[in-house]
Structures are given as structure tokens and as C-alpha cells.
């Protein structure tokens, strides 16, 4: 078991998408509010209000069975140029008390706060700050949990919710975990849940109690971990800045799209939108990957890795309208985008050796630097997008294209 003071938090937004739209438009307040797609383009519950959730209304929900739970909900579409807004206004608030944030989403993070106690106090303090802050600055309500580790923090932070504040000291860790199932521990799912009850293993109680060595015999390496878990051992640290392996984006249609210009366009939209993410997080990628779903629900990618490393819609888009080409035509549910290969936009690209110049009979002439062009035209694209919204600035060939993003968020 744990000997070390609380030094993590885990501070989780309370609804975070619903709790936005809520903040923004007050007249939803106390009412069942649910960010999603319609239920005549598929779409999925995004996020729920706690008054919708006690309908039995929960996240990934498809909105039709939402709505037969709950007839009177209130579906809101998603806007998530806000919702990232108010995301990064979180995380400032964040390494404003430290510079060890781990953020898990948009609207969670583990920080750990050890060494910042001469500034602003404990760790229970420094996690009061921090909620009454992030209210004071965005109007909207996190739960904090404070404890020796990021497992006892997490299940601290849950079971205070919503509005919550719970502290585990390592004295209350074995009275807290016992009498609680074993689903509550991190990586236990459904399956290795009914595996466990048929060991008769219910509780983590229950677990903590049989030898390291039986729970490893039956689930092997994680075994070990549930098992150090039901004992509150957690060794894993607070990683400021998780290396980001891929960014992308998928969505669902309202209905089966066959239309080859349709679906070119989509991906016109999803390469921009990608391209941004991208430059927003200082990242390129070489990597692009097509993801097809038909409407038998048989799935296909196509990828290509590029030359140089971009962050540029143009350039992905170019790409992946090519492995487009590559698939066979039928009626399309969903289809994707993404960019793998990630690295750092100041880590230095290999040109070629005469990469920038054009070989003439007098000796090498320097030709005209299109990706520099381009580049400096994003920059200042970005700029706009960044003060006036999204959407300021679209491809021609999109004017008059609603996104689709904004109708429907599934996927």
C-alpha cells in the first residue's frame, strides 16, 4: 500500500460539452441537455447533463435510444471550437499553479503539485484554487480528487461527482477501496470483470485479498497491475507532455453518400480541419491514412507516406483524394482522415540536394518556393481563424458546403 502524501490531483470537468452549452445559453439551465448528432443522421450522445443522465442518458449513446429514454431532452448540436476554447483556458489555469500537467482530454488532467507548496500551499489547497479558479474564469464546475497517486486521484475525482472535492490519504486508502467494485479499478473491464466474479472476486477487497502470484497466473502482466491497484500501488508519474502518435478526424453520414465530388469535398474539409490541429499543436506528420466504411459496415485504408513531413490541408488533402481514387466505389457510411508520423515543426526537414534550385545550361537557378508560399499564406489564414472563429476562412471549393461536423457527431 501507498505511503506517500497526496501530492496528484485528477481534476475532471463536470459534462463539460452540455455544461458549456448550459453556461452560454442560461435557459438551459435544469433542463435533460445533450450535446449530439440527430437521430435521423445516426448520431451519438456526445455529452449529457447530469439531469439527463438520471433518465439512464449517458455519452456515446446512439440519440435515438436517448430520445426513448428521455422524450423531452433538449439536443444541442456540438460546437467544438468552443468547447477547445475553453479547454485551453483550463489548461492555462492548470500550469499557472504547475508545469506537470498530464491532460487525459479536453476536460481532464493529472497534475502533480509536489514542490509547489512553499507558493501556493498543500495539495488540498492548490486543488481548492484550482476549481474555484477555473469557475471564476470560465464559469464552468470541475471536480477535483487529490491523492498519492493517479489511480487514487482519478477514483477520488469520480466518486465526489459532480462538484466534487475528495482527498485519499494514504491511511484511508484500504477502508475506501474494499467495499468498492472491482470494475472501479483502471483497466478492469466487463470482460475481465465477469473473469473475476467467476473467481469469486467481487469487490477489490476480494482481489486485494488472493496472492499476486494467482491473479498473475490467470491474467498474466495485467493481473500484476490490478493487483498492485487493489492494494492502492500506483508508481506511474504525472508526464507533462504525452508524445502524440496521430491526428485525425471521422464522421459518420447522415445517410450513405456514393458521390464521388461529395466525398472528395468531405475530405477537402476533414484535411483543413486536420491541417489546423495540427499547426495548433506545433506537429506535422508524413503519414496519411484513408479510413472507408461501407454501408455493410465492411471497412478499408490506404496509406502513403510522404517525402517531407507537412501540416498543411492542401498537401494531406492532395494525398488523400489520391488513395480516394484507390477504393472501390460504393455507398459510403463513413470515412476518415488521418496523419501519423508525427514529429516537432522545429525539428529540421531533409531537402534533397537540389531540392530549391532548377538545373539550366548557365548552372543551377533557384526556383520559387511553393511550400514556402504556401506556408506563409496558412500563417496568416490561421491568424484569422484564431480572432474571428471558424469558418472566417474556407476553400472556395467549399463556399456553400455545410460542414459536417456540424450536423451530426458521430463517428
Same mark, same amino acid.
Given at each position: 500500500?501507498?505511503?506517500?502524501?497526496?501530492?496528484?490531483?485528477?481534476?475532471?470537468?463536470?459534462?463539460?460539452?452540455?455544461?458549456?452549452?448550459?453556461?452560454?445559453?442560461?435557459?438551459?439551465?435544469? +433542463?435533460?441537455?445533450?450535446?449530439?448528432?440527430?437521430?435521423?443522421?445516426?448520431?451519438?450522445?456526445?455529452?449529457?447533463?447530469?439531469?439527463?443522465?438520471?433518465?439512464?442518458?449517458?455519452?456515446?449513446?446512439?440519440?435515438?435510444?436517448?430520445?426513448?429514454?428521455?422524450?423531452?431532452?433538449?439536443?444541442?448540436?456540438?460546437?467544438?471550437?468552443?468547447?477547445?476554447?475553453?479547454? *485551453?483556458?483550463?489548461?492555462?489555469?492548470?500550469?499557472?499553479?504547475?508545469?506537470?500537467?498530464?491532460?487525459?482530454?479536453?476536460?481532464?488532467?493529472?497534475?502533480?503539485?509536489?514542490?509547489?507548496?512553499?507558493?501556493?500551499?498543500?495539495?488540498?489547497?492548490?486543488?481548492?484554487?484550482?476549481? +474555484?479558479?477555473?469557475?471564476?474564469?470560465?464559469?464552468?464546475?470541475?471536480?477535483?480528487?487529490?491523492?498519492?497517486?493517479?489511480?487514487?486521484?482519478?477514483?477520488?475525482?469520480?466518486?465526489?461527482?459532480?462538484?466534487?472535492?475528495?482527498?485519499?490519504?494514504?491511511?484511508?486508502?484500504?477502508?475506501?477501496?474494499?467495499?468498492?467494485?472491482?470494475?472501479?479499478?483502471?483497466?478492469?473491464?466487463?470482460?475481465?470483470?465477469? *473473469?473475476?466474479?467467476?473467481?469469486?472476486?467481487?469487490?477489490?477487497?476480494?482481489?486485494?485479498?488472493?496472492?499476486?502470484?494467482?491473479?498473475?497466473?490467470?491474467?498474466?502482466?495485467?493481473?500484476?497491475?490490478?493487483?498492485?491497484?487493489?492494494?492502492?500501488?500506483?508508481?506511474?508519474?504525472?508526464?507533462?507532455?504525452?508524445?502524440?502518435?496521430?491526428?485525425?478526424?471521422?464522421?459518420?453520414?447522415?445517410?450513405?453518400?456514393?458521390?464521388?465530388?461529395?466525398?472528395?469535398?468531405?475530405?477537402?474539409?476533414?484535411?483543413?480541419?486536420?491541417?489546423?490541429?495540427?499547426?495548433?499543436?506545433?506537429?506535422?506528420?508524413?503519414?496519411?491514412?484513408?479510413?472507408?466504411?461501407?454501408?455493410?459496415?465492411?471497412?478499408?485504408?490506404?496509406?502513403?507516406?510522404?517525402?517531407?513531413?507537412?501540416?498543411?490541408?492542401?498537401?494531406?488533402?492532395?494525398?488523400?483524394?489520391?488513395?480516394?481514387?484507390?477504393?472501390?466505389?460504393?455507398?459510403?457510411?463513413?470515412?476518415?482522415?488521418?496523419?501519423?508520423?508525427?514529429?516537432?515543426?522545429?525539428?529540421?526537414? +531533409?531537402?534533397?540536394?537540389?531540392?530549391?534550385?532548377?538545373?539550366?545550361?548557365?548552372?543551377?537557378?533557384?526556383?520559387?518556393?511553393?511550400?514556402?508560399?504556401?506556408?506563409?499564406?496558412?500563417?496568416?489564414?490561421?491568424?484569422?481563424?484564431?480572432?474571428?472563429?471558424?469558418?472566417?476562412?474556407?476553400?472556395?471549393?467549399?463556399?456553400?458546403?455545410?460542414?459536417?461536423?456540424?450536423?451530426?457527431?458521430?463517428?
Amino acid at each position: 500500500m501507498t505511503s506517500a502524501v497526496p501530492t496528484i490531483l485528477h481534476v475532471d470537468m463536470d459534462a463539460f460539452y452540455a455544461s458549456i452549452e448550459i453556461r452560454d445559453n442560461p435557459a438551459l439551465a435544469g +433542463q435533460p441537455v445533450c450535446v449530439g448528432g440527430t437521430p435521423e443522421g445516426r448520431g451519438v450522445i456526445a455529452a449529457a447533463s447530469y439531469e439527463a443522465r438520471r433518465h439512464g442518458v449517458h455519452s456515446a449513446m446512439p440519440t435515438i435510444e436517448a430520445l426513448r429514454l428521455c422524450p423531452q431532452l433538449v439536443l444541442v448540436p456540438p460546437d467544438f471550437e468552443r468547447y477547445t476554447q475553453a479547454s *485551453r483556458e483550463i489548461m492555462a489555469v492548470f500550469r499557472s499553479f504547475t508545469p506537470l500537467v498530464e491532460p487525459l482530454s479536453l476536460d481532464e488532467a493529472f497534475l502533480d503539485v509536489s514542490g509547489c507548496e512553499r507558493l501556493f500551499g498543500d495539495a488540498p489547497a492548490i486543488g481548492r484554487a484550482i476549481k +474555484q479558479e477555473i469557475l471564476r474564469r470560465t464559469g464552468l464546475i470541475a471536480s477535483v480528487g487529490v491523492a498519492p497517486s493517479k489511480f487514487l486521484a482519478k477514483l477520488a475525482s469520480d466518486l465526489s461527482k459532480p462538484d466534487g472535492f475528495r482527498v485519499i490519504e494514504a491511511h484511508e486508502v484500504r477502508e475506501i477501496l474494499d467495499p468498492l467494485p472491482v470494475s472501479k479499478i483502471y483497466g478492469v473491464g466487463p470482460r475481465t470483470a465477469a *473473469r473475476l466474479e467467476s473467481m469469486g472476486v467481487r469487490t477489490i477487497a476480494d482481489l486485494a485479498q488472493r496472492s499476486r502470484e494467482e491473479v498473475a497466473r490467470a491474467f498474466g502482466a495485467t493481473g500484476v497491475w490490478i493487483h498492485d491497484l487493489a492494494h492502492g500501488i500506483d508508481p506511474r508519474r504525472v508526464t507533462p507532455r504525452r508524445e502524440e502518435k496521430s491526428h485525425g478526424m471521422e464522421r459518420t453520414f447522415p445517410e450513405d453518400l456514393s458521390d464521388r465530388e461529395e466525398l472528395r469535398r468531405f475530405l477537402l474539409e476533414f484535411c483543413e480541419e486536420v491541417g489546423f490541429g495540427l499547426r495548433d499543436k506545433g506537429l506535422r506528420g508524413r503519414t496519411v491514412t484513408l479510413k472507408v466504411r461501407y454501408a455493410n459496415f465492411t471497412t478499408l485504408t490506404r496509406t502513403r507516406t510522404l517525402e517531407h513531413p507537412t501540416n498543411l490541408g492542401p498537401r494531406l488533402y492532395a494525398t488523400a483524394r489520391e488513395l480516394l481514387d484507390k477504393v472501390p466505389p460504393g455507398h459510403v457510411r463513413l470515412i476518415g482522415v488521418q496523419v501519423s508520423g508525427l514529429s516537432d515543426v522545429r525539428a529540421p526537414i +531533409q531537402e534533397q540536394l537540389f531540392a530549391n534550385f532548377e538545373l539550366t545550361e548557365s548552372g543551377p537557378v533557384p526556383r520559387a518556393g511553393a511550400r514556402d508560399r504556401l506556408e506563409r499564406v496558412t500563417e496568416g489564414l490561421d491568424k484569422l481563424r484564431r480572432k474571428y472563429g471558424e469558418g472566417t476562412v474556407v476553400p472556395a471549393s467549399l463556399l456553400g458546403h455545410k460542414p459536417l461536423k456540424s450536423r451530426d457527431a458521430a463517428g
